[in-house]
């Protein structure tokens, strides 16, 4: 079961990445606006947001197998109409049809492999980048259409035949709210804003630095290999640190990183870089998370759902500052959430260390 769900976190991630090389694709074939384009990677979380949030809401009963069939059967259906040659608006409704798949999904298998433990979720996770990296650079020989085709296919090949579960009678326990737990939905909103953001607008960063449509959209495979090594190499290195270490120099390393990206011949090496550097922050926090708070479903779902809104927002935010500013702008942009996680962090760590001292 572990491999298949490794395996379709590959899929889930290659179909991500396409998003953001898909962009440009579109605003070139129906005439779109970067506003407007962007609205593809805010329907798409937008869906995905909805199914994590009714995910976390529904009892045990229907949490298990209803929300996994419900969640297989409608990602290949959102893939498969992404898959025809229409115009505008039905790719907007075919990436939403498949982000309400995509966060069931994602749901039950991180809340699965986070019960097994941090060496499971970082290999479902490190799976994700690599997939990613394979999106752009598919999507620049492809343009979409039969791309989207075999990635329905392959979704519905390999799924687990089994409903994956790790219920537990911590479970059906009543989700309370409190500081950390709020604090950690903000700094997931935040870190979900960075990756999304980069990902999402990267080729059209590197369009703006003179490179065409398709090479952009295999370069934007660099930040997706850089996201898979940080999180597969990166906590072998630095095994004994702390979550709140590794997050926070982490963050410090994606802010050095984003002067890389402001000049045109240093930009794709840039993207790896903050790939790499952002790879262990989302592993880290749940793992963080782990040590704070009880982990049931439902605390997973309320910050995988803060975590998709932030997903959803800060793109389509950070495509309307572009277009109002520059393209060449992103890197300020960016900041402006980089420096968000961190007071959040800078926050949590304060707080830890004030109930250790009472």
């Given at each position: 079961?572990?491999?298949?769900?490794?395996?379709?976190?590959?899929?889930?991630?290659?179909?991500?990445?396409?998003?953001?090389?898909?962009?440009?694709?579109?605003?070139?074939?129906?005439?779109?606006s970067a506003g407007t384009a962007g609205l593809l990677v805010t329907g798409f979380f937008g869906g995905s947001l909805v199914s994590t949030a009714v995910g976390g809401l529904l009892s045990d009963r229907f949490a298990g197998p209803p929300l996994y069939v419900t969640s297989a059967v409608l990602l290949p259906a959102g893939l498969g109409l992404l898959a025809l040659p229409a115009g505008w608006p039905v790719p907007l409704l075919a990436v939403a049809v498949a982000g309400l798949g995509f966060g069931g999904l994602v749901l039950i298998i991180n809340t699965v492999m986070a019960a097994r433990g941090l060496t499971y979720v970082n290999l479902v996770n490190g799976t994700?980048?690599?997939?990613?990296?394979?999106?752009?650079?598919?999507?620049?020989?492809?343009?979409?259409?039969?791309?989207?085709?075999?990635?329905?296919?392959?979704?519905?090949?390999?799924?687990?035949?089994?409903?994956?579960?790790?219920?537990?009678?911590?479970?059906?326990?009543?989700?309370?709210?409190?500081?950390?737990?709020?604090?950690?939905?903000?700094?997931?909103?935040?870190?979900?804003?960075?990756?999304?953001?980069?990902?999402?607008?990267?080729?059209?960063?590197?369009?703006?630095?003179?490179?065409?449509?398709?090479?952009?959209?295999?370069?934007?495979?660099?930040?997706?290999?850089?996201?898979?090594?940080?999180?597969?190499?990166?906590?072998?290195?630095?095994?004994?640190?702390?979550?709140?270490?590794?997050?926070?120099?982490?963050?410090?390393?994606?802010?050095?990183?984003?002067?890389?990206?402001?000049?045109?011949?240093?930009?794709?090496?840039?993207?790896?870089?903050?790939?790499?550097?952002?790879?262990?922050?989302?592993?880290?926090?749940?793992?963080?998370?782990?040590?704070?708070?009880?982990?049931?479903?439902?605390?997973?779902?309320?910050?995988?759902?803060?975590?998709?809104?932030?997903?959803?927002?800060?793109?389509?935010?950070?495509?309307?500052?572009?277009?109002?500013?520059?393209?060449?702008?992103?890197?300020?942009?960016?900041?402006?959430?980089?420096?968000?996680?961190?007071?959040?962090?800078?926050?949590?760590?304060?707080?830890?260390?004030?109930?250790?001292?009472?």
């Amino acid at each position: 079961m572990v491999v298949r769900c490794a395996v379709v976190f590959g899929l889930l991630g290659l179909f991500q990445a396409t998003l953001g090389p898909l962009i440009p694709l579109l605003r070139d074939r129906d005439d779109l606006s970067a506003g407007t384009a962007g609205l593809l990677v805010t329907g798409f979380f937008g869906g995905s947001l909805v199914s994590t949030a009714v995910g976390g809401l529904l009892s045990d009963r229907f949490a298990g197998p209803p929300l996994y069939v419900t969640s297989a059967v409608l990602l290949p259906a959102g893939l498969g109409l992404l898959a025809l040659p229409a115009g505008w608006p039905v790719p907007l409704l075919a990436v939403a049809v498949a982000g309400l798949g995509f966060g069931g999904l994602v749901l039950i298998i991180n809340t699965v492999m986070a019960a097994r433990g941090l060496t499971y979720v970082n290999l479902v996770n490190g799976t994700y980048g690599l997939g990613a990296a394979a999106g752009p650079a598919l999507i620049s020989v492809t343009h979409g259409g039969v791309l989207f085709a075999v990635l329905a296919v392959g979704v519905l090949v390999s799924l687990p035949w089994t409903v994956p579960s790790a219920e537990t009678t911590v479970e059906r326990a009543r989700l309370r709210m409190s500081l950390p737990l709020v604090l950690f939905c903000a700094m997931l909103f935040c870190y979900a804003g960075v990756e999304t953001g980069l990902s999402s607008w990267e080729a059209t960063h590197l369009r703006a630095h003179g490179y065409s449509a398709d090479t952009a959209a295999a370069l934007t495979s660099l930040f997706w290999l850089g996201l898979a090594g940080g999180r597969l190499l990166v906590p072998l290195v630095t095994r004994n640190w702390s979550p709140p270490r590794l997050i926070v120099s982490a963050l410090l390393a994606c802010g050095a990183s984003l002067s890389v990206i402001a000049f045109d011949f240093s930009a794709p090496a840039g993207f790896l870089l903050l790939g790499a550097c952002a790879g262990p922050i989302f592993p880290a926090t749940l793992a963080w998370i782990a040590r704070t708070l009880p982990h049931p479903r439902r605390v997973n779902a309320a910050v995988l759902t803060v975590a998709m809104l932030g997903n959803a927002a800060v793109p389509a935010l950070i495509g309307f500052g572009l277009e109002a500013t520059s393209v060449l702008a992103l890197p300020l942009f960016v900041a402006v959430a980089l420096a968000g996680c961190l007071g959040i962090v800078v926050a949590l760590r304060a707080r830890a260390v004030e109930r250790q001292e009472v």
